[in-house]
């Protein structure tokens, strides 16, 4: 295995594939990496600080937060020198001087306050209701040209590791020549909805001038489609690698092959709040009935993750719950279902629930090899504990519409579960009451007490139970059935230099990234 690592963190990043860049435009020695990621900007000025914009900016290197995360998961500087906990409500960021914005002027705390109250300015294309959320802010401070107090609403111990969050760039207001202005080392050229990302080096850089002229990010996907874009040399690197291939490639030596375990997590959101899945019995049932190890031999080909016994992975080794399993009985799912009264009286092969045919409907979307044999591993799955399932593709937001509508009984999904390196966003964002992404109305008040409790601790040995707890009750009334911890899988051409896989998978590019002549 290949592994080139990365000496500085405060970076970011990501490219992609098939440049769409006029050669009279770049000089012949211009040096170009292309990169396939299974997803494109979501629009042509796609600001980072807005819905999940901010992953594909942070990889490809163009926006920066205060904070990062080290390859260790721990919370590192990046455009601030420092940061210091005042108050149960009051944190003091000290900015790194020197840093120049890309259209040349240089980062100064009013910016960065500015930036920040573009989240809560409805109508502009920072607004993120989602993140301001997150961080609770009440007010922020400016003391002098480098320093600022952030306020917080109430007590948030992961208020520092909130700022990790892509989302949390610091960004100042674009204009024609420079549609979006970051910090990073790689300037914003252009972008083609869902499909390119197109970056050039920025010299003036404060973490030094990048090696690369250029990155683009093109969106593949299909994973076999990448891989054969590789071969063909249309691009450089991709970054998900279908496993399967990946596995052969294991086993014959061969390809510049890069690994690393990730906290992403695939799971399937049920619907709680109506339809047969409201049913207690059922979802207990559907989760018995899933042999994860199965899954992931045969949708990972066993090189591209691990079981999840509960929503946090092993790497994450402060907060996963190491007691929690999620083990597959089918036996015992059939006897809960009869004893629920949820029998097959027809003959059929499917049980009923209240007179009709328990046939579920789930759905997932493209971007993730791994994703179309889940599902499709499910249906059969279920099928054997006599459970109907009617399965299809759709698009991510598309499919939420749909599980809230009731259209669709569960949605399979793949979320980092801690891009953050706190375990408070995900069970925040996913299951507490009223979370943006708690599509499915699940609603627990031990849950969301027990969540308020661990924002107000800050000492890691008092919030471990709690969110210990956490995991316990999501195991127990699985508002989210979690499957497998994913480890992602990259292949290179053999002259990508630099590279190396973020746990939380939210850096990339780096001055360091380079392309071996």
């Known amino acids: 295995m290949f592994v080139s690592t990365i000496s500085?963190?405060?970076?970011?990043?990501?490219?992609?594939?098939?440049?769409?860049?006029?050669?009279?435009?770049?000089?012949?020695?211009?040096?170009?990496?292309?990169?396939?990621?299974?997803?494109?900007?979501?629009?042509?000025?796609?600001?980072?600080?807005?819905?999940?914009?901010?992953?594909?900016?942070?990889?490809?290197?163009?926006?920066?937060?205060?904070?990062?995360?080290?390859?260790?998961?721990?919370?590192?500087?990046?455009?601030?020198?420092?940061?210091?906990?005042?108050?149960?409500?009051e944190w003091k960021i000290t900015l790194r001087q020197g840093v120049k914005f890309h259209d040349g002027s240089v980062m100064s705390a009013e910016d960065v306050k500015a930036s920040f109250a573009k989240l809560d300015l409805e109508g502009h294309p920072a607004h993120n209701p989602r993140l301001s959320k997150l961080l609770g802010l009440k007010a922020i401070k400016v003391v002098d040209a480098h320093t600022l107090i952030f306020e917080t609403e109430t007590p948030n111990s992961a208020f520092l590791w909130s700022l990790t969050e892509p989302s949390a760039a610091v960004m100042k207001d674009g204009y024609a020549d420079h549609p979006l202005i970051g910090t990073g080392p790689f300037v914003f050229e252009k972008a083609v909805t869902e499909k390119t990302y197109v970056t050039r080096g920025f010299e003036s850089y404060w973490g030094g001038a990048p090696k690369l002229d250029r990155l683009?990010?093109?969106?593949?996907?299909?994973?076999?489609?990448?891989?054969?874009?590789?071969?063909?040399?249309?691009?450089?690197?991709?970054?998900?690698?279908?496993?399967?291939?990946?596995?052969?490639?294991?086993e014959d030596q061969a390809g510049q092959r890069f690994e690393a375990a990730t906290t992403r997590l695939f799971f399937y959101q049920p619907r709680v709040n109506?339809?047969?899945?409201?049913?207690?019995?059922?979802?207990?049932?559907?989760?018995?009935?899933?042999?994860?190890?199965?899954?992931?031999?045969?949708?990972?080909?066993?090189?591209?993750?691990?079981?999840?016994?509960?929503?946090?992975?092993?790497?994450?080794?402060?907060w996963v719950n190491a007691d929690l399993t999620?083990?597959?009985?089918?036996?015992?799912?059939?006897?809960?279902?009869?004893?629920?009264?949820?029998?097959?009286?027809?003959?059929?092969?499917?049980?009923?629930?209240?007179?009709?045919?328990?046939?579920?409907?789930?759905?997932?979307?493209?971007?993730?090899?791994?994703?179309?044999?889940?599902?499709?591993?499910?249906?059969?799955?279920?099928?054997?504990?006599?459970?109907?399932?009617?399965?299809?593709?759709?698009?991510?937001?598309?499919?939420?519409?749909?599980?809230?509508?009731?259209?669709?009984?569960?949605?399979l999904q793949a979320w980092g579960t801690a891009p953050q390196g706190d375990p408070d966003y995900f069970p925040s964002t996913i299951v507490a009451t009223g979370a943006s992404y708690n599509i499915a109305g699940y609603s627990n008040p031990t849950l969301d007490a027990l969540l308020y409790e661990g924002r107000a601790l800050f000492k890691t040995e008092a919030r471990q139970p709690i969110y210990a707890r956490v995991q316990e009750i999501v195991n127990q009334d699985l508002p989210i059935i979690p499957l497998f911890h994913k480890t992602q899988v990259s292949v290179g051409n053999g002259k990508v230099l630099g590279y190396q896989i973020h746990p939380a998978e939210t850096y990339l590019a780096s001055p360091e990234l380079d392309l071996a002549e």
């Open 8 to 89: 500085k963190l405060s970076l970011i990043g990501a490219l992609s594939t098939l440049a769409v860049a006029s050669a009279t435009a770049e000089p012949q020695t211009s040096k170009e990496l292309v990169i396939a990621a299974p997803f494109g900007p979501k629009s042509a000025v796609p600001d980072p600080r807005a819905r999940q914009n901010g992953w594909l900016s942070n990889r490809a290197g163009v926006s920066e937060t205060l904070i990062g995360l080290g390859y260790d998961m721990s919370m590192q500087p990046r455009l601030a020198q420092s940061f210091e906990n005042l108050t149960p409500t």
């Open 216 to 250: 683009v990010i093109d969106a593949i996907p299909d994973g076999a489609v990448a891989a054969l874009a590789l071969k063909s040399g249309d691009v450089h690197l991709v970054s998900n690698y279908p496993e399967a291939d990946f596995a052969k490639l294991e």
């Open 274 to 318: 109506g339809g047969p899945l409201a049913n207690d019995s059922l979802r207990q049932a559907v989760s018995l009935g899933l042999d994860r190890e199965t899954i992931v031999a045969a949708a990972l080909a066993g090189v591209g993750g691990d079981v999840a016994n509960a929503l946090f992975p092993a790497n994450m080794t402060s």
């Open 326 to 411: 999620l083990p597959y009985d089918p036996v015992r799912a059939q006897a809960m279902l009869a004893d629920a009264g949820i029998v097959d009286s027809d003959g059929n092969g499917i049980r009923e629930l209240d007179g009709t045919d328990v046939v579920l409907k789930l759905r997932t979307y493209e971007g993730r090899a791994a994703l179309r044999p889940t599902l499709e591993i499910t249906q059969a799955m279920l099928q054997q504990i006599g459970i109907g399932a009617e399965i299809s593709i759709g698009e991510f937001g598309a499919n939420n519409d749909a599980l809230a509508a009731g259209e669709i009984d569960m949605h």
